[in-house]
Nanobody
Framework: QVQLKESGGGLVQAGGSLRLSCVAS?????????????MGWFRQASGKVREFVAG???????TYAEFAEGRFAISRDNAKTSVYLEMNDLGVEDTAAYYC?????????????????WGQGTQVTVSS
């Protein structure tokens, strides 16, 4: 069973930065490999629906939600089966639990049509 484990969340002041990491493990021969999967990040603030933040294709092409464009950067390291989210210029509105996800494509992920696996989330809290 594929497992996604996030880390890197925490408390940061407005205007600060955080780098989230997600390590994937548990792949079997019946699973789509990490290198063939689109990976991405979602977030869910208290009382709100989970929303797409950023995704990266197996080939390394990034896609961002409008609010993330220019402030966040997603990257992946297939050798380490890891995906990262660099977040800069954070605001209180970025406070949320951030979740790692895998999917066949970024398009499927972005609209949550197909999500293969979810992580358990890491909390990001931005103070004013």
């Amino acid at each position: 069973q594929v497992q996604l484990k996030e880390s890197g969340g925490g408390l940061v002041q407005a205007g600060g930065s955080l780098r989230l990491s997600c390590v994937a493990s548990g792949y079997t021969d019946s699973d789509t490999s990490f290198s063939d999967s689109a990976m991405g990040w979602f977030r869910q603030a208290s009382g709100k629906v989970r929303e797409f933040v950023a995704g990266i294709s197996w080939g390394g092409t990034p896609t961002y939600a409008e609010f993330a464009e220019g402030r966040f950067a997603i990257s992946r390291d297939n050798a380490k089966t890891s995906v990262y989210l660099e977040m800069n210029d954070l605001g209180v509105e970025d406070t949320a639990a951030y979740y790692c996800a895998s999917a066949p494509t970024v398009a499927a992920m972005e609209h949550q049509r197909i999500i293969d696996d979810w992580g358990q989330g890491t909390q990001v809290t931005v103070s004013s």
